[in-house]
T-cell receptor, first 113, second 115 residues
Framework: KQEVTQIPAALSVPEGENLVLNCSFT??????LQWFRQDPGKGLTSLLL?????REQTSGRLNASLDKSSGRSTLYIAASQPGDSATYLC????????????FGKGTKLTVNP | KAGVTQTPRYLIKTRGQQVTLSCSPI?????VSWYQQTPGQGLQFLFE???????NKGNFPGRFSGRQFSNSRSEMNVSTLELGDSALYLC??????????????FGAGTRLSVL
């Protein structure tokens, strides 16, 4: 059974700091890994998707890496801003006949001005 | 292009009632998945529909059911509501044009409160 763990559960940093969020998964049989952002009371916004054959993806100040063999992914946020405050969720799309995502419980990020 | 639309946004029900939630996927998307989000359990997969067929189901009781119509719109139904069903219900759609490249797009969710 695939399990996804995110560490830390919460993180508070001053504005301008670079930071890393961690995600680990137990079964390497995945199609891809996605990082999502969720603002309070809202739905999920996809930030980055890394295919299982890829090592990393970048979008603006965000960089996500994937090491499938060790079951780890990191999300790097450069020069953090107060607007980055949200919960960040990692999810893996498991192999099989359907579109099932298995989520971690998220890291709640607070960037203080 | 319109995003994933979920209606209603908020619902208040009492124990024992039933509820139906609706999800309209992005135009052209054929896969619709449903997830339940609670503070304790996080996001949990309910079921996925593709071309009107349920392809996968999560570990939820039979009170939770769903369906998909020919236009890919989906509904989920919860019968005999319990207090523990209070949650944010999220719907996601994807094109399913090649699994490795699939991005799942989520709606804003329906917040269900059971009193």
């Amino acid at each position: 059974k695939q399990e996804v763990t995110q560490i830390p559960a919460a993180l508070s940093v001053p504005e301008g700091e670079n930071l890393v969020l961690n995600c680990s998964f137990t079964d390497s049989a995945i199609y891809n890994l996605q990082w999502f952002r969720q603002d309070p009371g809202k739905g999920l916004t996809s930030l980055l998707l890394i295919q299982s054959s890829q090592r990393e993806q970048t979008s603006g100040r965000l960089n996500a890496s994937l090491d499938k063999s060790s079951g780890r992914s990191t999300l790097y946020i450069a020069a953090s801003q107060p607007g980055d405050s949200a919960t960040y969720l990692c999810a893996v799309l498991i192999q099989g006949g359907s579109e099932k995502l298995v989520f971690g419980k998220g890291t709640k990020l607070t960037v203080n001005p | 292009k319109a995003g994933v639309t979920q209606t209603p946004r908020y619902l208040i029900k009492t124990r024992g009632q039933q509820v139906t939630l609706s999800c309209s996927p992005i135009s052209g998307h054929r896969s619709v998945s449903w997830y339940q989000q609670t503070p304790g359990q996080g996001l949990q997969f309910l079921f996925e529909y593709f071309s009107e067929t349920q392809r996968n189901k999560g570990n939820f009781p039979g009170r939770f059911s769903g369906r998909q119509f020919s236009n890919s719109r989906s509904e989920m139904n919860v019968s005999t509501l319990e207090l523990g069903d209070s949650a944010l219900y999220l719907c996601a759609s994807s094109f399913t044009g090649g699994k490795a490249k699939n991005i799942q797009y989520f709606g804003a969710g329906t917040r269900l409160s059971v009193l």
